[in-house]
Every structure is written in structure tokens, then in C-alpha cells.
């Protein structure tokens, strides 16, 4: 299984209302992914960050998805916000 966790860090209310603004697709388009096993974006208390969580079954599904989102909508319009995520590959 492969975990991204993380954040997503916007230095403007700009940047927030183009998350708040693409995100429901981006979720909506990631939870039915072949592999996903969650897909999870959720704001935090301060309103200019919002945590990142997210499974997939392999890495090859993984790789996938991470392909898809960078020729997606949603990476057109927040590829310059800052992102500090951590992959982990666990095995069983």
C-alpha cells in the first residue's frame, strides 16, 4: 500500500477559493481511481491549510493517480500552492 499525508498550504484567500473551488471534482475524480482505497482533503482549523491523506493498493495505482491529477483541472489551478506531503510504501 502506498500513503501520501501531508499538506496543502495556501498563502492567500486567492489560493484558498481555488481549492475550495476545484477540490470537490479533484476528490470526487481520485475515490474512483482504480486502487484508491481513500482519498481525503479536509481543511484544518486555520483556514489556509488543509490536510492531505490519502491510500492507494499499489504503487502502480499510485503512479496512476499521480499522472492523472498533473493533467487535471485541479493541478492547472493550484500547481503553484505549496504542498509539503510524505509518500510511504507499506508493506505487509
Known amino acids: 500500500m502506498i500513503r501520501l499525508k501531508g499538506h496543502l498550504i ?10 475550495r473551488q476545484h477540490l470537490p471534482e479533484h476528490i470526487r475524480l481520485s475515490r474512483a481511481e482504480p486502487g484508491c482505497l481513500s482519498f ?6 486555520d483556514p489556509m491549510i488543509w490536510d492531505v491523506q490519502e491510500s492507494f493498493r499499489t504503487r502502480a495505482d499510485f503512479d496512476a493517480h499521480q ?16 504542498r509539503d506531503f510524505r509518500v510511504e510504501e507499506l508493506r505487509d
Open 67 to 82: 499522472t492523472r491529477t498533473r493533467a487535471s483541472p485541479w493541478f492547472a489551478a493550484t500547481r503553484h500552492i505549496l
Open 10 to 19: 495556501c498563502m492567500s484567500e486567492d489560493e484558498a477559493a481555488l481549492v
Open 40 to 45: 481525503d482533503v479536509a481543511q484544518t482549523d
